[in-house]
């Protein structure tokens, strides 16, 4: 009882509990419909059971055949029909009970596919909304597949606990229904119907646990298989190119023998009830048939008692059936459920964090006052990403970052855009720290181009306007010029209307990047960050590109990591890094002057360009 209560406490069900009172008049039409079709089958049955007794017992003076109850006596003597009418009248109520039952029982599947309907997507936008707001170094730790099984399996997962739900207490309902019937029948004939839902019970007792441990397995197996096949379609490109398809496929098949061993176990135990229960009743049915006749042989009711009894008896039997068989779905999906929980815990979790002061435009230079990072919770000195940095980025001038590998740059890009936060220091923006103003704001003034461009799988308009929506098609038009990417898009199929490919794929990498710096222009930012941006392109396309860029950055604040030191010696300030530290700074002829670190990345380049 305990576990039970844990566990409606839980994320999972704590959203299939919110779910549902957001649907409550669905809810409530499946609760009414529910109750109305028990009403209906205890009637049902009854009125087989007295028309049957009707026409079977012995007739008496007043032509009302005895234990008839005072409303059929009130209905005898309203109609005043012969015995036989009235066995007909009988009959033809219960037909149209049973009619009513039957859509009843319609309206009841329908009102819960009703709310499946409203469930489902509401589900997966919870779920997918839960993704969105945690923070970026938070949801970076799931791999891609993890989180696209999360948004598309939650759906399914609470969509089949409330259809489960549903029918548990459909099936409960109904079998309380045929017990009372039986009990009222015949008390020392109700004990093997008790002794039939005691076998029942025993035997989900004993299944359960066994059950509830393979499909955790299952699930633990199908969504390592899942991820795995993901991240493989990802990385066709590189697995093509370094030939590994026969390694890979050979990876694939052995997450899926895994997944195949437990599902194969999982059958066993999943439908074992099954023969169980089929058989069970159909013995109690002998006995009882036995029992009744030699219970009953010297009443006159006896066929009216032993087919209402019968009959009761099989439907009971049906429905404990049923009942057994969602408490099995109901722990088969409970793993698909607790799964659901590490995605919806809030334990261990970091969420996006906003401010709430409207950031409208940069007014002043950017500031760095004593600021460390470290992507690690319990950090140490020697995981600092960056260290202690103190510097400023001049409002509206040109400031580039260069270093080895691994020395910071990306680090203090990651700072700016606000995907992580200062471990400590503090950035401050128009004189107040960045983490005062709204994120979504901040981020609109933004305009990033990087190395890793993504291309949506749309049309290269859309694509475009991503960052700006509202940009009309001459604005857009008139960007792509400026980032060279106008020409080359003429000469596809559709021009701007062209379809991509899943990450640009059709497109080149040059030619992604292109569209990576028009889209970021489109936005008409305050701020441009170019990371690695002319990187893919060949020289005359970054020729044309940075003389529309030194157009572009001379009303901007441009904010530049490069490795071709070519692109920034027109920079106004340089900042040199190393290990996290800030090693030079100045402008380029200063640092060449200087002779140190600086001099040297510029020495390389240029004997390397000259050789």
């Known amino acids: 009882m305990k576990q039970i209560i844990r566990s409606f406490r839980s ?204 499909v955790k397995r299952v699930n633990a197996t199908q969504v390592e298989s899942a991820k795995y096949i993901t991240e493989s379609i990802q990385a066709l490109r590189l697995i093509h190119t370094y030939g590994t398809q026969r390694s890979t496929m050979e990876a694939v098949h052995a997450r899926l023998d895994k997944t195949r061993e437990q599902l194969q176990k999982r059958a066993f135990i999943f439908y074992l009830p099954e023969p169980i229960l089929d058989t069970i009743p159909i013995i109690v049915l002998a006995i009882l048939a036995i029992s009744a006749v030699i219970l009953n042989s010297q009443q006159a009711n006896v066929l009216a008692l032993l087919l209402t009894f019968l009959l009761a008896l099989q439907r009971l039997s049906v429905r404990i059936k049923a009942l057994a068989g969602t408490v099995t779905v109901l722990t088969d999906n409970n793993a698909k459920m607790f799964r659901l929980e590490t995605i919806l815990a809030s334990q261990g979790k970091t969420f996006e964090q906003s401010g709430s002061l409207l950031f409208s435009h940069l007014q002043t230079d950017i500031e760095f006052k004593n600021v460390s990072l ?18 400023k980025i001049p409002y509206k001038k040109v400031t580039a970052f260069v270093g080895e590998s691994g020395a910071g740059k990306s680090s203090i890009v990651d700072l700016l855009i606000g995907l992580y936060r200062p471990t400590s220091g503090q950035i401050l923006v128009n004189g107040n720290n960045l983490d005062q103003y709204g994120l979504a704001d901040w981020r609109s003034r933004i305009g990033v181009v990087s190395q890793d461009t993504f291309i949506f799988n749309n049309s290269i308009l859309e694509n475009l306007q991503y960052g ?24 596809l199929p559709e021009g701007y209307e062209t379809i991509v490919g899943e990450r640009g794929y059709r497109l080149s990498g040059g030619q992604r990047q292109r569209l990576a710096l028009a889209r970021a222009l ?85 004997s390397a360009v000259a050789g």
Not at 382 to 389: N, S
Not at 468 to 479: D, N
């Open 11 to 214: 994320p999972a069900y704590v959203l299939a509990i919110e779910t549902a009172r957001e649907n409550w008049g669905l809810i409530l039409a499946n609760i009414l419909t529910n109750f109305l079709s028990v009403l209906l089958e205890g009637s049902t049955i009854g009125l087989i059971y007295l028309a049957v007794a009707y026409l079977t017992v012995t007739r008496v003076e007043s032509s009302v055949p005895e234990n008839i109850p005072a409303i059929l006596e009130k209905l005898s003597a309203i109609l005043k029909l012969p015995r036989e009418q009235m066995f007909l009248v009988l009959v033809l109520m219960a037909v149209l009970f049973q009619i009513l039952l039957s859509l009843s029982n319609y309206s009841n599947k329908v009102a819960t596919a009703l709310f499946s309907a409203k469930a489902q997507p509401y589900v997966t936008g919870k779920v997918f909304e839960r993704i969105l707001t945690l923070s970026y170094g938070c949801v970076s730790q799931y791999k891609v597949g993890d989180l696209v099984m999360f948004s598309n399996d939650a759906a399914l997962a609470v969509d089949r606990q409330i259809t489960a739900a549903n029918n548990f207490f459909i099936s409960l309902s109904f079998s309380l229904v045929y017990l009372l019937i039986i009990v009222r029948l015949s008390p020392t004939l109700a004990i093997a119907s008790i002794m039939l839902t005691m076998v029942v019970a025993f035997v989900q007792y004993r299944l359960i646990p066994r059950l509830r441990r393979i």
């Open 374 to 391: 470290s992507y690690f919770e319990n950090f140490e000195n020697e995981t600092l990403a960056l260290r202690d940095l103190t510097f």
């Open 468 to 491: 700006r929506p509202s940009a009309t098609l001459e604005e857009v038009i008139e960007a792509a010029k400026a980032a060279q990417a106008h020409r080359f898009i003429l000469a």
């Open 522 to 606: 489109i936005k008409q930012p305050d701020i441009l960050i170019l990371d690695e941006a002319t990187s893919a392109l060949d020289s005359e396309s970054e020729k044309l590109i940075q003389e529309a860029l030194d157009q572009f950055q001379s009303d901007r604040t441009v904010i530049v990591v490069a490795h071709r030191l070519s692109t920034i010696a027109g920079a106004d300030q340089i900042i040199v890094l190393e290990n996290g530290n800030i090693a030079e700074q100045g402008t380029h002829h200063a640092l060449v002057g200087q002779g140190r670190r600086y001099a040297r990345y510029w020495s390389l380049q240029s």
